[in-house]
């Protein structure tokens, strides 16, 4: 697989790192105390192509000799190479003969020495000369000390010189302390190539372009929170990743979220692996697939779990479950919940129930309260009732919503209405949307009509579709049609056949009476209701499929009003039964019509226990004639319980003439 060659790709560059320990060790010495840069200030080579070696025996021999440029660079070529004793005596010779790099250097060395007092002495000689590097060590010495007026004169002076720590040491204490300058300092830093200072930057200007979309109170899109799988517990609580991304700001906001997206490519180019994390999860967010697992893997690479576990779902979407693994493996791993989640949801739709609950424990123990709630949908589904409600209430005391409501309806099966009722509460108000349906439902079961509809009104606003269906139901009770048609129209978008059915019917009475049939006229389109009826008849709404039939019908398309009939009648409508009899007897199939006649009649159908009673008279099957009508006149309604008692005597008077 693909992934093995990642694998080797990771220990070359392990290799790598360690054949180039003495660059590694320069960035050290430089984040530590901030070493000058004396390089560049050496006399210049005769060969660029000089070794190393070479290079520190042409100092040394100038050194001797007395040159201050090559005692300067000796000591820090020493002091890089951390050869702490080599290098002091050169850089105190050079110190003494006023070199300024000299100086900021043996601070360094002395701070490693562990002299902090006496390295601040040599950085103020330094910074004082104008040395932006010691000022930047002089500045972040004071900052450790708690001197924070010191520590930001010596930042400023270093972040003035163009010096980009400095910039940035500057930043990080002035955001510390909420001042409006830190934003200056880290954009001056991030365009010297600072990458945690880009990064910074891009958060500080995404944050912001956040904010002017959607208000300060209000928090970005969390990426990809995928439904219920076949064979994984129902609401597995797995999401794509922990990074908040804003949706899709306008005006200002938009300029400053793309300016935001260019400082994390920035960052990330330069091997921040945090940044690339981010501007995956933007990517992805976009649409823009393969980038976005570009920059996945590479912060994964680096270490990132966040970004290995989003990489994970990358693949899962794109089908590819076994490398998914792979990477949710290394996550969790490395302590991430949400890919230990993710592991054990993929175990439990394979049917790996001790694997998964192994998985959603360990996601548990790294902190991730959905272990918990995963683990109480896995023994729910496993009727391990006892064990999911220990599960569920563990991850609802901890703060889990959605396993407060699970826990409320595992109480309320169990009969325990009262127990039930303080957890969907809890859950509402912690914004579950199930909850409030439930709590709507609860009250209505209570016949506190009015609460029920205070929470099916919350949920509905918040887009659940049962519960804006039985607010429009309310609505049409109270004989406020237009906020019904409202709610019953979101029901219906949202899936739900019975809305379809009642927003179709408040539609179909507001449609004229039809005018008589002109021969030769052009078939009429299907209203806005019929269209309605149907998606609730493709739904399997049987009293839907009846008025599909019978518009259907009224149109003189037989065929498919037969359908539609035929459909409801095989679901178990008897008045689908009914019409479709009746249709057949207009075409001649009398006797299949009796067939349906009799299972509507029996289904509890007067008008078809009438039909068959006609129908036995008129074959002169009197008995079985009166035993329809009989039950015609026990069914009704009352014009079909008369009709039928009237036939019902004639026929009693031609048995017994």
Known sequence: MVFMGDRATLLETGRFVQRHARNAADEIIEAVGAVDAVVGTTAETDAENETETEVEARHRRAAERGDLASMSALGALLLRRGDLDGAEPYLRAATAEGDRAAANNLGVLLHQRGYPDEAAGWWRVAAVAGSAPAAHA?????????????????????AEQGHALGAYALADLLEHRSDVGAERWLRAAAEQGHREAAYRLALALERRATETTRGPHETGTRLRTPGARAGVPSGAAVTGTAVAVPGQPAGEGAGEAAEAEQWFRQAAARGHRRAALHLGAILEHRGELKEAGRWYLSSAKEGEAKAACALGFLLRDAG?????????????????????????????????QQTAERWYRAAMDAGDVNGAYNLGLLCAAQDRIPQAEQWYRRAAYAGHREAANALAVLLLQAGDANGAEPWFSKAAEAGSVDAAFNLGILHAGRGDDRTALVWYERAAAAGHTEAALQVGIAALRDGDEQTAERHLRCAAGGGSAEAAFRLASVLDARRPEPGPAVLGAPREEKSECEEWYER???QGHRRAQVRVGMLAAGRGDLAEADRWYREAAEAGSRNGAFNLGLLLAREGSEREAALWWTRAARAGHGRAALRLALLAARRGELTEGRRWCDRAVELGPAEVAERAARLSEALHQELTA
């Open 320 to 352: 590819d479950e076994e490398s998914a693994a792979v990477w949710w493996l290394r996550a969790a791993q490395d302590g991430d919940g949400n890919a230990a989640n993710a592991l054990g949801a993929l175990h439990a739709a394979r049917g790996e």
């Open 536 to 538: 609730a008849a493709q």
């Open 138 to 158: 002089l500045g972040r010495h004071h900052r450790e000390r708690g001197d924070e007026p010191a520590a930001e004169y010596w930042l400023r002076q270093a």
